[in-house]
């Protein structure tokens, strides 16, 4: 099991940015593929943004032009940018980590967008 360790998150009005940070240890972080999903109260668990080893990048359509994932390889840290953020947003956000073993989880970060 791989430990991410998530930071970022906490309550913003609609309209407003919140940036999200996923460290995981560097033999695992560079060679794998890194992702966001969110879990809203009621609803499934869903993908939002990922991004491979080589900087390749998929959204949601829900976020797309709005959210921003990249990857620093140097820190071995992965981020979220979330802009002009809706209520719908709201939701707690895991880091993922795609291991050949499968997906490792981190503990979630939650986000609050009000209206």
């Known amino acids: 099991q791989v430990q991410l360790v998530e930071s970022g998150g906490g309550l913003v009005q609609a309209g407003g940015s919140l940036s999200l940070s996923c460290a995981a240890p560097?033999?695992?972080?560079?060679?794998?593929?890194m992702g966001w999903f969110r879990q809203a109260p009621g609803k499934q668990r869903e993908l939002v943004a990922s991004?491979?080893?080589?900087?390749?990048?998929n959204y949601a359509d829900s976020v797309k032009g709005r959210f921003t994932i990249s990857r620093d390889n140097a820190k071995n840290t992965v981020y979220l940018q979330m802009n002009s953020l809706k209520p719908e947003d709201t939701a707690v956000y895991y880091c993922t980590a795609a291991t050949p073993g499968g997906i490792d989880w981190g503990q979630g970060t939650q986000v609050t967008v009000s209206s």
């Open positions: 560097g033999s695992i972080f560079s060679k794998n593929a």
């Open positions: 991004i491979t080893s080589g900087d390749s990048t």
